[in-house]
């Protein structure tokens, strides 16, 4: 079993940076594949950026603003989002794949997930 916790979020302006964490327990998360999602109110979940031992990877809507990144001493994976915008307002998830070595998009690959946390870009 891998529990997830994600910290962080908060209300910030555009423009603003914020940088939100999961940490992990049960297990080593550097043996995992980890995912960052977020869903909007009356949106599906959407794929934001992944890490895994062969690289990462990022959704072309936040490539170049928002960089993923872990510290396997901590095990904890962090989500660094500058020049944030409205739109990136949503419901923020850390999930773990156990079995890819690689990052996928489809959240249905990720066996674990966080319980969520705000992050809201005021205009």
């Known amino acids: 079993q891998v529990q997830l916790v994600e910290s962080g979020g908060g209300l910030v302006q555009a423009g603003d940076s914020l940088r939100v964490s999961c940490a992990a327990s049960?297990?080593?998360?550097?043996?995992?594949?980890m995912g960052w999602f977020r869903q909007a109110p009356g949106k599906e979940r959407e794929f934001v950026a992944g890490?895994?031992?062969?690289?990462?990877r990022y959704a072309d809507s936040v490539k170049g603003r928002f960089t993923i990144s872990r510290d396997n001493a901590k095990n904890t994976v962090f989500l660094q989002m500058n020049s944030l915008r409205p739109e990136d307002t949503a419901v923020y998830y850390c999930?773990?794949?156990?079995?890819?070595?690689?990052?996928?998009?489809?959240?249905?690959?990720?066996?674990?997930w966080g319980q969520g946390i705000q992050v809201t870009v005021s205009s």
């Open positions: 890490i895994s031992w062969s690289g990462t």
């Open positions: 049960g297990r080593t998360l550097s043996d995992f594949t």
């Open positions: 999930a773990a794949d156990t079995w890819r070595g690689v990052v996928v998009q489809y959240p249905t690959a990720y066996e674990y």
